[in-house]
Protein backbone atom coordinates (compact mmCIF):
# COMPACT_ATOMS: atom_id res chain seq x y z
CA UNK A 1 0.00 0.00 0.00
CA UNK A 2 1.26 3.57 -0.93
CA UNK A 3 0.51 6.52 1.56
CA UNK A 4 1.48 10.07 2.54
CA UNK A 5 1.83 11.54 6.02
CA UNK A 6 2.07 14.92 6.82
CA UNK A 7 3.32 15.46 10.49
CA UNK A 8 1.98 18.29 11.07
CA UNK A 9 -1.56 19.81 10.70
CA UNK A 10 -0.70 23.08 11.64
CA UNK A 11 2.54 25.28 11.68
CA UNK A 12 2.60 28.88 12.66
CA UNK A 13 6.20 30.91 12.79
CA UNK A 14 7.40 34.67 12.65
CA UNK A 15 7.86 36.29 9.41
CA UNK A 16 11.31 36.14 8.70
CA UNK A 17 11.99 32.47 10.14
CA UNK A 18 12.42 29.67 8.70
CA UNK A 19 9.81 27.19 7.39
CA UNK A 20 9.50 23.69 7.87
CA UNK A 21 6.40 21.22 6.82
CA UNK A 22 7.05 17.53 7.09
CA UNK A 23 5.96 14.76 4.73
CA UNK A 24 6.91 11.15 4.71
CA UNK A 25 5.67 8.43 2.46
CA UNK A 26 5.58 4.99 1.98
CA UNK A 27 5.86 3.09 -1.52
CA UNK A 28 7.11 -0.11 -2.90
CA UNK A 29 8.25 1.95 -5.60
CA UNK A 30 10.43 5.12 -6.50
CA UNK A 31 8.08 7.71 -6.27
CA UNK A 32 7.49 10.94 -8.09
CA UNK A 33 6.49 13.52 -5.38
CA UNK A 34 5.68 17.19 -5.36
CA UNK A 35 4.10 19.68 -2.97
CA UNK A 36 1.19 21.65 -3.58
CA UNK A 37 -0.29 25.05 -1.61
CA UNK A 38 -3.16 26.32 -1.63
CA UNK A 39 -4.96 29.94 -0.63
CA UNK A 40 -8.25 30.19 1.24
CA UNK A 41 -10.57 29.41 -1.68
CA UNK A 42 -8.28 29.10 -4.51
CA UNK A 43 -7.42 25.84 -6.49
CA UNK A 44 -4.01 23.97 -5.51
CA UNK A 45 -0.90 25.47 -6.91
CA UNK A 46 2.60 23.62 -7.81
CA UNK A 47 5.38 24.52 -5.54
CA UNK A 48 7.80 21.53 -6.76
CA UNK A 49 8.23 18.19 -8.01
CA UNK A 50 10.63 15.28 -7.33
CA UNK A 51 11.32 13.13 -10.41
CA UNK A 52 14.39 10.95 -9.55
CA UNK A 53 16.48 14.03 -10.79
CA UNK A 54 18.75 15.75 -8.35
CA UNK A 55 17.24 14.82 -4.15
CA UNK A 56 17.38 18.95 -3.50
CA UNK A 57 14.36 20.47 -5.75
CA UNK A 58 14.33 24.17 -5.52
CA UNK A 59 10.42 25.63 -6.32
CA UNK A 60 8.78 28.51 -6.67
CA UNK A 61 8.38 31.83 -4.01
CA UNK A 62 11.59 30.56 -2.30
CA UNK A 63 10.67 27.13 -1.64
CA UNK A 64 12.41 23.82 -1.92
CA UNK A 65 12.47 20.34 -0.72
CA UNK A 66 14.98 17.52 -0.49
CA UNK A 67 14.34 13.50 -0.90
CA UNK A 68 15.55 11.51 0.88
CA UNK A 69 15.08 8.03 0.38
CA UNK A 70 16.83 6.35 3.21
CA UNK A 71 14.53 8.71 5.46
CA UNK A 72 11.42 8.23 2.66
CA UNK A 73 10.85 11.99 3.60
CA UNK A 74 10.49 14.97 1.35
CA UNK A 75 10.52 17.91 3.80
CA UNK A 76 9.49 21.58 2.59
CA UNK A 77 11.75 23.91 3.78
CA UNK A 78 11.76 27.95 3.35
CA UNK A 79 14.88 30.12 4.49
CA UNK A 80 12.43 32.99 5.47
CA UNK A 81 8.82 33.35 5.50
CA UNK A 82 6.96 35.46 4.19
CA UNK A 83 3.34 36.62 5.82
CA UNK A 84 1.83 35.71 1.94
CA UNK A 85 2.94 32.41 2.76
CA UNK A 86 0.61 31.65 4.85
CA UNK A 87 -2.01 28.92 3.10
CA UNK A 88 -2.22 25.11 3.04
CA UNK A 89 0.38 22.69 1.62
CA UNK A 90 -0.30 19.33 0.30
CA UNK A 91 2.69 16.35 -0.12
CA UNK A 92 1.26 14.55 -2.95
CA UNK A 93 3.35 10.93 -4.12
CA UNK A 94 2.94 9.50 -7.84
CA UNK A 95 3.29 5.96 -7.93
CA UNK A 96 3.86 4.06 -11.11
CA UNK A 97 1.08 2.83 -12.97
CA UNK A 98 -2.21 4.95 -14.13
CA UNK A 99 -3.40 5.30 -10.36
CA UNK A 100 -3.73 9.00 -9.34
CA UNK A 101 -1.68 10.84 -7.28
CA UNK A 102 -1.89 10.05 -3.42
CA UNK A 103 -2.41 13.60 -1.14
CA UNK A 104 -1.24 14.16 2.12
CA UNK A 105 -4.15 15.53 4.44
CA UNK A 106 -2.13 19.14 4.56
CA UNK A 107 -0.53 21.56 6.50
CA UNK A 108 -2.36 24.83 7.40
CA UNK A 109 0.75 27.39 7.60
CA UNK A 110 0.35 30.22 10.02
CA UNK A 111 2.62 33.00 9.61
CA UNK A 112 2.81 35.90 12.78
CA UNK A 113 3.87 39.53 11.89
CA UNK B 1 -3.59 30.65 -22.04
CA UNK B 2 -3.88 27.15 -21.09
CA UNK B 3 -5.89 26.35 -18.46
CA UNK B 4 -8.56 24.74 -16.31
CA UNK B 5 -11.63 26.46 -15.73
CA UNK B 6 -14.71 25.48 -12.83
CA UNK B 7 -17.58 27.17 -13.24
CA UNK B 8 -19.63 28.10 -11.39
CA UNK B 9 -18.06 29.76 -8.99
CA UNK B 10 -20.82 29.29 -6.52
CA UNK B 11 -23.19 27.30 -6.56
CA UNK B 12 -26.76 26.27 -4.78
CA UNK B 13 -28.57 23.85 -4.16
CA UNK B 14 -32.38 23.10 -3.05
CA UNK B 15 -32.68 19.55 -1.24
CA UNK B 16 -33.33 16.88 -3.53
CA UNK B 17 -32.31 18.77 -6.60
CA UNK B 18 -29.49 17.36 -8.87
CA UNK B 19 -26.89 20.17 -10.16
CA UNK B 20 -23.93 19.60 -12.54
CA UNK B 21 -20.50 21.65 -12.23
CA UNK B 22 -18.43 22.16 -14.92
CA UNK B 23 -14.72 21.57 -15.46
CA UNK B 24 -12.98 23.00 -19.01
CA UNK B 25 -9.38 22.35 -20.13
CA UNK B 26 -7.77 23.55 -23.25
CA UNK B 27 -4.45 21.89 -22.13
CA UNK B 28 -4.78 18.91 -24.46
CA UNK B 29 -4.55 16.77 -21.10
CA UNK B 30 -5.53 12.84 -21.47
CA UNK B 31 -6.53 12.83 -17.56
CA UNK B 32 -9.06 14.79 -15.57
CA UNK B 33 -10.01 14.32 -11.61
CA UNK B 34 -12.50 15.38 -9.74
CA UNK B 35 -11.98 15.91 -5.52
CA UNK B 36 -14.07 16.81 -2.61
CA UNK B 37 -12.46 19.03 -0.33
CA UNK B 38 -13.28 19.58 3.54
CA UNK B 39 -12.03 21.56 6.20
CA UNK B 40 -9.81 19.65 7.61
CA UNK B 41 -9.96 16.19 5.52
CA UNK B 42 -7.52 16.82 2.73
CA UNK B 43 -8.87 15.86 -0.77
CA UNK B 44 -10.79 13.35 -1.65
CA UNK B 45 -11.12 11.78 -5.17
CA UNK B 46 -14.66 11.12 -6.21
CA UNK B 47 -14.01 10.09 -10.07
CA UNK B 48 -11.45 10.18 -12.82
CA UNK B 49 -11.36 10.06 -16.63
CA UNK B 50 -7.58 9.11 -18.48
CA UNK B 51 -9.38 8.68 -21.62
CA UNK B 52 -12.06 9.89 -23.23
CA UNK B 53 -15.03 7.45 -23.22
CA UNK B 54 -14.00 5.85 -20.28
CA UNK B 55 -13.81 6.64 -16.16
CA UNK B 56 -13.34 5.06 -13.07
CA UNK B 57 -14.52 5.60 -9.41
CA UNK B 58 -12.83 7.28 -6.87
CA UNK B 59 -13.17 6.62 -3.29
CA UNK B 60 -16.33 8.85 -2.43
CA UNK B 61 -18.31 7.95 -5.71
CA UNK B 62 -21.69 7.70 -4.27
CA UNK B 63 -24.34 10.20 -5.14
CA UNK B 64 -22.21 11.80 -8.16
CA UNK B 65 -21.95 10.96 -11.41
CA UNK B 66 -19.56 11.70 -14.64
CA UNK B 67 -18.84 11.76 -18.34
CA UNK B 68 -16.00 12.24 -20.52
CA UNK B 69 -17.68 12.77 -24.31
CA UNK B 70 -14.82 14.86 -25.38
CA UNK B 71 -11.35 15.69 -24.24
CA UNK B 72 -11.91 18.79 -22.56
CA UNK B 73 -14.50 18.56 -20.48
CA UNK B 74 -15.82 16.53 -17.32
CA UNK B 75 -18.70 17.45 -15.94
CA UNK B 76 -19.57 16.26 -12.48
CA UNK B 77 -23.04 16.06 -11.89
CA UNK B 78 -23.86 15.55 -7.94
CA UNK B 79 -27.41 13.79 -7.65
CA UNK B 80 -30.01 14.22 -4.79
CA UNK B 81 -28.56 10.56 -3.40
CA UNK B 82 -25.45 12.58 -2.14
CA UNK B 83 -26.63 12.93 1.90
CA UNK B 84 -23.94 15.67 2.51
CA UNK B 85 -23.02 17.56 -0.71
CA UNK B 86 -22.15 21.01 0.60
CA UNK B 87 -18.28 21.63 -0.05
CA UNK B 88 -15.27 22.75 -2.13
CA UNK B 89 -15.03 21.18 -5.39
CA UNK B 90 -12.18 20.87 -7.61
CA UNK B 91 -11.11 19.98 -10.82
CA UNK B 92 -8.00 18.45 -12.15
CA UNK B 93 -6.08 17.58 -15.38
CA UNK B 94 -2.82 15.91 -15.99
CA UNK B 95 -0.71 15.23 -19.12
CA UNK B 96 -1.25 11.10 -18.87
CA UNK B 97 -2.62 9.18 -17.02
CA UNK B 98 0.55 8.34 -14.41
CA UNK B 99 0.27 11.74 -13.24
CA UNK B 100 3.96 12.47 -13.35
CA UNK B 101 4.68 16.02 -14.55
CA UNK B 102 1.47 16.29 -11.71
CA UNK B 103 -1.96 18.30 -11.95
CA UNK B 104 -3.24 21.22 -13.17
CA UNK B 105 -6.13 22.40 -10.84
CA UNK B 106 -9.19 24.70 -11.56
CA UNK B 107 -10.13 26.92 -9.55
CA UNK B 108 -12.81 25.57 -7.43
CA UNK B 109 -16.81 25.49 -7.10
CA UNK B 110 -17.97 25.82 -3.56
CA UNK B 111 -21.61 24.08 -3.58
CA UNK B 112 -24.37 25.09 -0.63
CA UNK B 113 -26.80 23.26 0.08
CA UNK B 114 -29.86 25.55 1.15
Known amino acids: AQSVTQLDSHVSVSEGTPVLLRCNYSSSYSPSLFWYVQHPNKGLQLLLK??????LVKGINGFEAEFKKSETSFHLTKPSAHMSDAAEYFC???????????FGKGTRLSVIA | DGGITQSPKYLFRKEGQNVTLSCEQN?????MYWYRQDPGQGLRLIYY???????QKGDIAEGYSVSREKKESFPLTVTSAQKNPTAFYLCASSLTGTGDDGYTFGSGTRLTVV
Open chain 1, 50 to 55: YTSAAT
Open chain 1, 92 to 102: VVSLSGNTPLV
Open chain 2, 49 to 55: SQIVNDF
Open chain 2, 27 to 31: LNHDA
